[in-house]
Structure formats: structure tokens, C-alpha cells
């Protein structure tokens, strides 16, 4: 199963490091970052789990939930939260999925029968509040995850929701972003009343609008 961008992301009921997960009831009107670890007590991941409790607030204040999932029981996870802490020098404040049965991972098809049979790839979802998929990034085993872009991207998909714009290549937080090409030169004075750079007929650089 591929689960593609605009899907709506599948609920499931699970049981994780605080309590029961229905997902879609969790998730509420917020968004989420969902991401997957091959199995406990796997040193990438470790270090993965810390830096997301580190920075947790950074995605609460963007109203955006942090989830993890690995395919080891709930006892697995509780000695390994003990090692995140001490490792990493984080409590693992977030939910991590128990999903020993491979509900998620078979759901968001988290398993790649050419890369391993038996464990999940290392994926990220980001999920909006309307529970929609609006990104998937997969790693291989041997690469770390990104905070900083996971959160880059977070940012352009909300900024770009309230505003007619997109973001370009290397984009960050408050640099100058593209009209969308749907909208007309007479419909951006109205969206933009200050003006923009025109590169191209097709590509106008305006200033970030406020959130």
C-alpha cells in the first residue's frame, strides 16, 4: 500500500508510551509529524527520538503533534526511553507507538520488501489537521533525519495554505516567496498591494506575507 499526497491519513487504535492512541481522536484539529524506526535500541534512531523531545515545543507552537512508531511491545519501549534520556539528555515527551503487529506500519505501508523483509523503512508524515497527508520523506537506516527541514517544511506547507504563494528552493522562515502562478497579475495587486520583483512572467518574488 503507497499512500499518496491529499490522502487522508488511516486512523488505527494502538497502544503507545502514553496509553491508548485512537489517532484520528488524538489528533484532534492539529496537525502531526508521524515517523517510523526500524526496531528499539537502534543508535540512528535514538538520537532521532532525543532531538524531536528537544524541539518539541518549536512543533507545538506551530499546532503540530509529534508521534513515533516502532514494531517492538510497549516493555521494549519503556527500556528504551530510559536509554533516550540518558543518551540524549531528553525525556521522550511524545507518544511511541507499540506496533507489534505491524497495524501503522502495514497501514502507512511502511514495509519495503527490497530493502527488509522484516523491518519498517524510516519514514516521515506530515498530516494536517484536516487529517490529509502533505508530505512523505523515507530514509534509509543509515541516515539521520533532518529536524530543522522537517520543520522548514512544516512551515512553507502552512504558510502557503493562508497565502497564495509557494516557497522556493532553500527557503527559510522569513525570505522572500513566489506568487502562485494561478493568480493573475490584476488578482496579486490585490493579494500583494506593495508590488514584487518580477523575474519572469511565471516567477514573482514577493515578500513573505505575516501569518
Not at 501503522?104 to 497527508?133: C, E, N, Q, W
Request: hydrophobic letters at 35%; proline letters at 7%; charged letters at 25%.
Amino acid at each position: 500500500m503507497t499512500l499518496q499526497l491529499g490522502e487522508t491519513a488511516p486512523n488505527f487504535t494502538i497502544e503507545s508510551t502514553q496509553g491508548t492512541v485512537n489517532f484520528h481522536q488524538w489528533l484532534d484539529d492539529s496537525w502531526a509529524v508521524l515517523f517510523s524506526h526500524p526496531a528499539d535500541f537502534t543508535p540512528v534512531c535514538t538520537t532521532e527520538l532525543g532531538a524531536f523531545a528537544k524541539r518539541k515545543l518549536e512543533f507545538t507552537q506551530r499546532g503540530a503533534k509529534l508521534v513515533g512508531v516502532s514494531v517492538d511491545p510497549l516493555s521494549s519501549h519503556h527500556d528504551w526511553a530510559r536509554d533516550i534520556e540518558q543518551t540524549q539528555g531528553a525525556a521522550l515527551n511524545y507518544p511511541l507507538l507499540a506496533d507489534e503487529d505491524q497495524v501503522v506500519a502495514k497501514l502507512y505501508g511502511m514495509i519495503h520488501p527490497k530493502a527488509d523483509p522484516k523491518l519498517t523503512v524510516r519514514t516521515v508524515f506530515i498530516i494536517d489537521s484536516d487529517k490529509k497527508i502533505r508530505l512523505t520523506l523515507t530514509y534509509p537506516p543509515s541516515t539521520g533525519r533532518n529536524v530543522d527541514e522537517i520543520l522548514r517544511v512544516l512551515d512553507s506547507l502552512q504558510l502557503t495554505d493562508k497565502h497564495k504563494v509557494a516557497t522556493p528552493v532553500n527557503w527559510q522562515n522569513g525570505d522572500d516567496v513566489i506568487i502562485s502562478p494561478s493568480l493573475s497579475n490584476d488578482d496579486a495587486k490585490q493579494h500583494f498591494p506593495e508590488g514584487w520583483n518580477t523575474k519572469t512572467p511565471y516567477l514573482r518574488v514577493v515578500r513573505q506575507p505575516k501569518q
